[in-house]
T-cell receptor, first 111, second 115 residues
Framework: GENVEQHPSTLSVQEGDSAVIKCTYSDSASNYFPWYKQELGKGPQLIIDIRSNVGEKKDQRIAVTLNKTAKHFSLHITETQPEDSAVYFCAAPPSGSRLTFGEGTQLTVNP | GAGVSQSPSNKVTEKGKDVELRCDPISGHTALYWYRQRLGQGLEFLIYFQGNSAPDKSGLPSDRFSAERTGESVSTLTIQRTQQEDSAVYLC?????WGFGNTIYFGEGSWLTVV
């Protein structure tokens, strides 16, 4: 089945700095890569996703890049703010099956 | 409804008792998923439904766990003879259909504590 590895497990940045979280996947047939944000005590919420026909997608301060050759994709958050503090999960669907999630990254933005 | 709704939001139960967790997906969503999340851990897949059928039950951790869905809507996850290791947040999610590229929307979860 699909194996999704996410790094780092924890990330601490100063407000205004950038944060980058990286995920690698194993199934070359995967073609949809979402990122979820989970705030304390809440369910995960989709923040951005990318499909395999594009290499990068941007939405204000958030961007995702995809390298299909290397089988990795990354979440980039610029000009981080304290409200960005949360756990972030990447996911990838193995062929013909449900989403497999990474282990999560606890992002802390220090004011 | 506007989003995925789960109940109860919190449940404390004694070891050995049975519990039922309920999920109301977004109206019109045919695919429904259950995940388990232990404290500080990632999302562990349990089961998904396409309509009322569950093609993939591979994630259910033991035969104490079961789930059903009726009317292509509400789903119930049942845990029999609960154990302390069952303590976790149980997250339900739904998507318009099953398959690549369908955005999955999560509920807020049911926090289960077994004492």
């Amino acid at each position: 089945g699909e194996n999704v590895e996410q790094h780092p497990s924890t990330l601490s940045v100063q407000e205004g700095d950038s944060a980058v979280i990286k995920c690698t996947y194993s199934d070359s047939a995967s073609n949809y890569f979402p990122w979820y944000k989970q705030e304390l005590g809440k369910g995960p919420q989709l923040i951005i996703d990318i499909r395999s026909n594009v290499g990068e997608k941007k939405d204000q301060r958030i961007a995702v890049t995809l390298n299909k050759t290397a089988k990795h994709f990354s979440l980039h958050i610029t000009e981080t703010q304290p409200e960005d503090s949360a756990v972030y999960f990447c996911a990838a669907p193995p062929s013909g099956s449900r989403l497999t999630f990474g282990e999560g990254t606890q992002l802390t933005v220090n004011p | 409804g506007a989003g995925v709704s789960q109940s109860p939001s919190n449940k404390v139960t004694e070891k050995g008792k049975d519990v039922e967790l309920r999920c109301d997906p977004i109206s019109g969503h045919t695919a429904l998923y259950w995940y388990r999340q232990r404290l500080g851990q990632g999302l562990e897949f349990l089961i998904y439904f396409q309509g009322n059928s569950a093609p993939d039950k591979s994630g259910l951790p033991s035969d104490r766990f079961s789930a059903e869905r009726t009317g292509e809507s509400v789903s119930t996850l049942t845990i029999q003879r609960t154990q302390q290791e069952d303590s976790a947040v149980y997250l339900c999610a739904s998507s318009l259909t099953w398959g690549f590229g369908n955005t999955i929307y999560f509920g807020e979860g049911s926090w289960l504590t077994v004492v």
